[in-house]
Every structure is written in C-alpha cells, then in structure tokens.
C-alpha cells in the first residue's frame, strides 16, 4: 500500500524573519522589493488577511497594507533552514523530491513494518521540525502525491491533513476544481460555464464534454478528480546526470593533449558514476573554443556503461564527429540515461578483469582522495 507524504513550510521566508526578529512576531510582514524586483514573495499569514500575496507588486502591497513591515529579505539563512528541513526529511524516508525551497515529497510505502502505524510520521514531523527550526510546517499524509499535496495545502498554516485510500474520493468531492494542479482560471471558467464546480462533478462528467476544455489532460485530470495518480516519488540522490568540465590554463592544440585531457575526464566521470551504484546509456561530450563557441555531442549506447575505458570509448566516437581546427579552452564529458547497477550486473560479467582493475582503483580514490592516482593510455 502506498503512502506518500507533502510536507511544505508556512509562509517560509517570512517566518524565518519572525523567528530570527522576534520584534516581527504576530505583525502583518512582507518579504521582497528591491532583490525580487519590486514584487512580493511571500508575507505571514498577518499579511495575508489585507489580500497581500507572492508576486504581487510591492507598490500594490503597500497600498493594501499600510501598516505593513516590509524587509528584502536574506536568502543564505533561507537555504540554511532549507537544508535543515531537508535533512529531517532524509530521517524519516530514503526517497524525498524536494519540489522547491521549501517543501518536498517522502514516499512511506512500506514503512508500515518500521514504524507501525505511519498516519502517526504526520504529527511526529511537524514536531521534529519544530522542535529542529522552531517553525510550522504543513503535512498532508495520502496514498499519492496529488492527494498528498493538496492535503497539505488544505489546513495552512500549521495544518496536518490525512487522507486514507478508502476516503479520498469522497474528501475530495466537494472541493472546487480548481484545487486540481493544472486547471488554470480560464480552464476553471470553462469548467464552471458547463456546470462542473467541484471535483466530484468532475469525476462523473462524461469525457465528451471536458475533451474541449481540458483536451489531452482529460483522462488523467478526470483521474485526479476519482483520486487516482500513479506518479511515482523521485528520489533526488538519483542524479540525473554526472559530469565533469575543466578549463584549461592553457588552450589545448594538439590531439594529444586533447585526447589525454578526454582520458583524464572519462576517469573522474567513471568513479564518481560508479561510487553512485549507478551506469549510464549516454554520454556527452562539450567542447568549447577559444572564440568562446561551444559544441556538444551525445550518443547512447544500447549496454550502458561505468567503466573509464568504455566511457571513453564512448568519447572517442563523439571526438570524431567535432571538429578540432581551433585551440580549445574547455572540455567536459557526461553520463546519463542512468540504469541501476545492480540490475545490470550480468551485463558486464564478460568483463570481469577490467571491472576489478576500476573497482581497485576506487578503492584507492576512496581512501585517499582522487589525486592519487591517475592511468595512463
Ligand atoms: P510557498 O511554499 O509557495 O509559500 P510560503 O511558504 O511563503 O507560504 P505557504 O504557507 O502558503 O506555503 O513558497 C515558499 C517560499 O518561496 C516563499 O516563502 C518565498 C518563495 N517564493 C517566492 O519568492 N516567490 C513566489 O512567487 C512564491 C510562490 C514563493
Ligand atoms: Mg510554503
């Protein structure tokens, strides 16, 4: 049984003023002007009763709430309680999507044989990042992310909403549309002129009459509307990518120096792809002139690889299809289209002598750094 989990901070920046400047606390308080070009990007839950909201021109903001403080606001301390929340998330779940600076997604699934019961991780979060950041957040705790997210919209500030897989149809029912990510003000127009308000008319409508509104989303916002979402949790310490680029003090002439620089790159690149577990079906090549023009090139290889010497053979293919008539000032190469290890592991058993030449290679990167060691060609 799935259980995701939404997890957003209340009125972030500005709270992080109330609690830093205790002289803001229970007032009306904006952050933003001049830094966020004169618009508004958040204010407290104070501000908000005067219709103060994000993105809002500051000048309009002033007019709507005379009395308000207005500060502009310190990102460095904002990405610091970031980290923090982040970091707390990571306690309670191996699989987080942080979605923006201050909220993410945790996947629970299957925690049940950890914790017990997990509707119980709802009120235990909010009180470990109390208790860590000394601010409120917002849960909601469903069986997928767009319940989980609307959830946790639902009961701001300080809210903490629950929605059990057997009760989310008819929790969501009587809301209005447009609590349905993507249905925008003119789709909620539309929606409204043929009679649909609530997510439970929705639901039922025949799709003939939502294919001119809502046209290619119709079967998975109806889906959303029957609490239906399949959208999996990623997990961020999956990167999409791992790359390398380094410019050169001096600009690289030769096929030579080219070519050992390529090798050199291919060898970061391999250790760190191999120290995430992971091997990768595409790799990139960048290469930047001394006119400052750049070129990249891709190929996918049907076997992905991890290994230096098959990522560079990879290189050299794409080194044949870049032209070298200037001096080049940098280069860069990376892996993506990533695969698990593990489950390729069969994959390259055939090449087992080289596997362990790399494996102890990392070993020694590991235990004593990466400058340690370097191979020649
Ligand atoms: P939000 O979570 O959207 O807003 P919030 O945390 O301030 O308030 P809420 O209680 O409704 O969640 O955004 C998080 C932070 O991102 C917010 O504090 C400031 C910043 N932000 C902007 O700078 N500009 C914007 O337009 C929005 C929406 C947010
Ligand atoms: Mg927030």
Not at 204 to 215: A, P, Q, R, T
Request: proline content about 4%.
């Amino acid at each position: 049984m799935r259980w995701i989990m939404h997890v957003d901070m209340d009125a972030f920046f500005a709270s992080v003023e109330q609690l830093d400047n205790p002289e803001y606390r229970g007032k009306p308080l904006i952050v933003g002007g001049r830094a966020h070009r004169g618009v508004v990007s958040t204010c407290s839950y104070e501000a908000r009763k005067y219709g103060v909201h994000s993105a809002m021109p500051i000048a309009q903001a002033q007019r709507l709430c005379p009395c308000c403080i207005f500060v502009s606001g310190r990102m460095w301390r904002y990405v610091e309680v970031s980290q923090q929340i982040m970091k707390i998330f990571s306690e309670f779940s191996p699989c987080v999507e942080p979605l923006s600076i201050d909220e993410a997604f945790l996947d629970l699934s299957g925690m049940e044989h950890l914790v017990g019961d997990i509707t119980a991780l709802g009120p235990k979060i909010k009180t470990r990042i109390k208790e860590a950041t000394g601010l409120t957040a917002s849960v909601g705790l469903a069986p997928n992310k767009f319940l989980a997210k609307l959830g946790s919209d639902l009961r701001k500030p300080d809210g903490l909403v629950i929605i059990k897989p057997e009760e989310a149809r008819n929790f969501i029912a009587p809301l209005p549309v447009n609590k349905i990510f993507g249905i925008g003000k003119k789709a909620n127009e539309e929606l409204n002129k043929i009679g649909i308000f609530t997510i439970g008319q929705l639901a039922v409508c025949d799709k003939i009459y939502l294919k001119n509104i809502l046209g290619n989303n119709t079967t998975l916002v109806q889906n959303l509307a029957l609490g239906i979402d399949d959208r999996q949790v990623e997990n961020s310490r999956e990167p999409k990518s791992i790359g390398r680029e380094t410019t050169y003090g001096d600009d690289l002439l030769t096929q030579k120096e080219y070519h050992d620089a390529l090798w050199n790159l291919s060898q970061q690149v391999g250790w760190r792809v191999r120290n995430s577990g992971l091997v990768g079906h595409t790799v990139t090549l960048k290469v930047k002139y001394r006119s400052f023009k750049s070129v990249t090139r891709s190929v996918t290889a049907e076997t992905p690889v991890s290994l230096d010497e098959d990522i560079f053979a990879l290189v050299e293919k794409l080194v044949a299809q870049v032209k070298w008539a200037e001096p080049v000032r940098l280069l860069g190469v990376t892996v993506s289209k990533f695969a698990t290890a593990g489950e390729l592991v069969l994959d390259f058993a055939h090449d087992e002598k080289r596997e362990k030449r790399n494996a102890t290679l990392d070993a020694l990167k590991n235990k004593f750094g990466e400058q340690i060691i370097k191979r020649g060609k």
